[in-house]
């Protein structure tokens, strides 16, 4: 079986509080602006820890500095001496002339903050010091949110040229005048930095995506759905060439969406700083797509399925995002992902002769050989591949701010159950929904979260202290195996598929539906797997194993057929264990008799004796 790889206060003091009034407190004199000052006859330290005031509370002094709201009141500054960082120290010499002053002419307020742009010019600019490698430390390139944060940087106005040339290059629009009865839809720039595994910048990326949101149904587009490779389909891919050696190559298509060509009449407005001079009032008329419209990944897609099967490729029946082409030898399959391909087969040769061909259709980015997919790390080797997410981990822990956490051995203690916990003190619901959202997409390469996430999963909706604690243990658990992943190994017998299902009884304390699970190799490659409640409650340990090797069942049926269309061979029997005897009895024989006559007839059609034989129950030893 398919084993997993391990290897080896900055704080801003915003107010005193209540201030008393001067001369209230003995020693202590009330100053303009809320801030204390030793008076002469006081018993105050030269440089005072903190300041008593009436209400027996104390006011920080000499680090701290005054609230934001003091110092944009505008009020006039008193002659001090800076500190280094741009704050006040109050000394008692400073203290006792700012009293002195108060007393001899009280119609003038005292004076003692200065403004933001005062303490700017008293601040010298600091160099950062550069590491070995030239790199600044303490520098994160952030990306621009609009065009004004993007002009005049070098790296983000060479990207929105190459944009412009991309658009101009495709004939994706030509200026004219608005009909009248049109509206145009407006225009935004999106910038990204595009980064590797390890988080270093690749390249810059500006796209000029179309306002979507303003368009209407019926109206500015019709159909909007276009299909994209599932990620088990993609293990499967990735498992099948590892099995018997084949290398996985990586294309990217180029402002792949600029290609796909519009039916209906779409107007848009001239991009924010390339405007054409003197014509500023037309607007462009698309004949292809552009980002943002909704209309966009269909019109891609179709365009990119058009090409494919002029260059003979068929589509594979069982997943709408695989082509297949050629036979034996010369066969190569491709997974395609919005504008993502990846292209296996046994001959090298065949292809790059696929990747020319697609260069001559498309601009086309050959990446190589597979290393980073969808978030997920791909390393092949000659006898193994792996598939892990170290680097999307971290970044989890880093967003929720346990990446120095102490790690567990364990995702979740022994015998723990969870409920809806109504009296339980409420936690902060969004953020419990994202760290859930971060770890379910941690489960396409770690089956040792799924049951764990999918539990944790049913509580997003009020969510209380039980729960976080219970998500905030898998965190830890994920800080202490961060490397774990998949390892798709060399095959040296024929090719099967294997699958597994089981089932608890009754495990969910609220409405008392089971959970089921299962998983399915190739040869010993893990290559899809699941963990979900049931929809019915069972009455027995034997329904639930058989509704749970139901579905375990409608899946295998799905991997064989699309295993069959792949490798162009016979369609075989998926051997399906479970550890219920009543259960494979009951699929065996689905006789209705007084313990089995209310199962919905849903979980009986892939065991009726007239079915085809696409499954084979056997028990687990």
């Not at 084993?3 to 003091?13: D, R, T």
């Not at 704050?87 to 004076?111: L, R, V, W, Y």
């Not at 379910?440 to 009020?462: C, F, I, N, Q, W």
């Not at 089921?516 to 194993?545: D, H, P, R």
Request: hydrophobic letters at 35%; proline letters at 5%.
């Amino acid at each position: 079986m398919s084993s997993l790889l391990k290897h080896e206060p900055f704080s801003s003091y915003s107010g005193l509080g209540a201030v008393p009034a001067a001369g209230e407190a003995a020693g202590v004199e009330q100053l303009g602006g809320g801030i204390p000052a030793a008076s002469p006859g006081s018993n105050a330290s030269a440089v005072p820890d903190e300041q008593q005031l009436s209400d027996g509370t104390s006011a920080p002094t000499g680090g701290e500095s005054p609230s934001a709201g003091s110092m944009l009141s505008g009020q006039p500054a008193v002659e001090h001496t800076p500190s280094p960082v741009g704050m006040q120290n109050f000394g008692q010499n400073d203290c006792e002339s700012s009293a002195h002053n108060d007393i001899e002419d009280s119609e003038t307020p005292p004076k003692h903050y200065r403004s933001l742009n005062e303490i700017y010019d008293d601040t010298s600019e600091i160099e950062l010091e550069l590491d070995s490698e030239g790199e600044a430390l303490l520098v994160e390139v952030e990306e621009p949110t609009r065009y004004a944060n993007a002009a005049g940087n070098p790296d983000w106005e060479k990207a929105m040229e190459n944009e412009i040339q991309s658009i101009e290059k495709n004939g994706t629009w030509a200026l004219t005048e608005l009909p009248a009865g049109h509206r145009p839809i407006g225009l935004k720039w999106v910038f990204k930095l595009k980064k590797n595994a390890e988080g270093e910048v690749l390249k810059h990326k500006a796209r000029l995506v179309a306002k979507g949101y303003v368009q209407k149904q019926g109206v500015d587009y019709e159909e909007v759905f276009a299909p994209v490779a599932r990620l088990d389909t993609v293990k499967l891919l990735l498992a099948l060439a590892a099995n018997r050696g084949w290398e996985v190559h990586h294309l990217d298509v180029k402002t792949a969406f600029l290609n796909g060509e519009l039916e209906e009449e779409v107007y848009v407005s001239q991009p924010e700083g390339y405007a054409v001079r003197g014509k500023e009032r037309k607007v462009y008329k698309l004949s292809k797509a552009l980002y943002g419209l909704k209309q966009a990944p269909r019109a891609w897609n179709i365009k990119l399925d058009r090409s494919l099967k002029e260059l003979g490729f068929i589509k594979c029946f069982s997943e709408q995002a695989v082509y297949k082409r050629g036979i034996g030898k010369t066969a190569i399959i491709l997974g395609v992902y919005v504008d993502d391909l990846i292209v296996t087969g046994s001959e090298k040769q065949e292809i790059e002769m696929f990747k020319k061909q697609m260069t001559d259709k498309f601009e086309m980015s050959d990446l190589g050989l597979l290393s980073y997919y969808l978030g997920i790390e791909v390393d092949q080797q000659k006898d193994f591949s792996t598939l892990k997410q170290s680097g999307y981990a971290k970044k989890v822990l880093e967003r929720f701010g346990m990446h120095d956490c102490n790690p567990s051995k364990v995702p979740m203690d022994l015998g723990t159950k969870l409920y809806d916990d109504k009296s339980g003190q409420r936690v902060d619901a969004t953020k419990y929904r994202r760290i859930i959202g971060c770890l379910r997409y941690l489960v396409h390469t770690r089956p040792d979260l799924a049951y764990l996430v999918g539990v944790a999963s049913r509580y997003m909706e009020k969510p209380t202290t039980l729960h976080m604690l219970v998500v905030k243990k898998i965190v830890r658990y994920l800080r202490g195996t961060v490397d774990l992943g998949l390892v798709y190994t060399l095959g040296e017998k024929q090719e099967e598929i294997v699958g597994y299902s089981d089932s608890d009884n009754g495990g969910d304390l609220g409405g008392r539906r089971s959970t089921a699970g299962m998983a399915f190799y190739l040869n010993e490659s893990l290559i899809t797997w699941g963990s979900q409640k049931q929809k019915t409650v069972a009455l027995s340990s034997c329904e639930a194993e058989f509704m749970a090797a139901t579905a375990a069942a409608q899946q295998a049926l799905w991997l064989r057929n699309l295993y069959s269309k792949l490798t162009a061979t016979k369609p075989f029997v998926v051997p399906l264990y479970v550890d219920n005897i009543s259960a494979i009895e009951l699929m065996k024989h689905p006789v209705f008799h007084g313990r089995s006559k209310h199962i919905d007839i849903k979980y009986r059609g892939l065991f009726f004796p007239s079915a085809p034989k696409t499954v084979r129950q056997e028990p687990i030893e």
